[in-house]
């Protein structure tokens, strides 16, 4: 099985912050890795897919990078409403399977 | 526009079984396959599984092989999970989020179904 280490597992920045999360993969996944924000009692909400992919209606200060074993997340200004765990999550076709990296919680300095 | 509706919270004691329901609706359901996530009180997020609602086919999180069952029905845009012989560290909230055919993102959510398990 594939296994995930998404670091830091939690974070303090200030409003303004370029704030930046990393995953790394145990083996290549090329780029079958999604970004995910979660606020507290809601449901996760995708933010980048395929690694670099911005989903439609989410603010572009959200973006993501890499392939094969190492990924990034960034904000590049944190907003106060940027409260929230972020979540890696990768997957394989063959057959089908997914796994989540660990969880970053992100607060406000 | 897309919503996937869960059945509401269960209590249940060890041993039993639970059965979530995921209702669709402002897509094509049979165009998509539905993933379960669950997520412990103060923990991460967990993948159970995957149901394709193009022809059944399933793969489910080995951890939870011969415990866990997806169904859907086409004819109520209803995709199921049931779970069995349930213990206390199946107390969770249980997710049900769309997929793409042949895999990918996960790109719209349930709200999400609290099942816990007490005695």
């Known amino acids: 099985d594939i296994q995930m280490t998404q670091s830091p597992s939690s974070l303090s920045a200030s409003v303004g912050d370029r704030v930046t999360i990393t995953c790394q993969a145990s083996?290549?996944?090329?780029?079958?890795l999604n970004w995910y924000q979660q606020k507290p009692g809601k449901a996760p909400k995708l933010l980048i897919y395929d690694a670099s992919n911005l989903e439609t209606g989410v603010p572009s200060r959200f973006s993501g990078s890499g392939s094969g074993t190492d990924f990034t997340f960034t904000i590049s200004s944190l907003q106060p409403e940027d409260i929230a765990t972020y979540y890696c999550q990768q997957y394989d076709n063959l057959p089908l399977v997914y796994t989540f990296g660990q969880g970053t919680k992100l607060e406000i300095k | 526009q897309v919503q996937l509706v869960q059945s509401g919270a269960e209590v249940k004691k060890p041993g039993a079984s639970v059965k979530v329901s995921c209702k669709a609706s402002g897509y094509t359901f049979t165009s998509y396959g539905i993933s379960w996530v669950r997520q412990a009180p103060g923990q991460g997020l967990e993948w159970m599984g995957w149901?394709?609602?193009?022809?059944?086919?399933?793969n489910y999180a080995q951890k939870l092989q011969g415990r866990v069952t997806m169904t859907t029905d086409t004819s109520t845009s209803t995709a199921y999970m049931e779970l069995r012989s349930l213990r206390s560290d199946d107390t969770a909230v249980y997710y049900c989020?769309?997929?793409?055919?042949?895999?990918?993102?996960?790109?719209?959510w349930g709200q999400g179904t609290l099942v816990t398990v007490s005695s």
């Open positions: 989020a769309r997929v793409p055919r042949f895999g990918g993102r996960f790109d719209y």
């Open positions: 149901i394709s609602a193009y022809n059944g086919n399933t």
């Open positions: 083996q290549d996944i090329s780029n079958y």
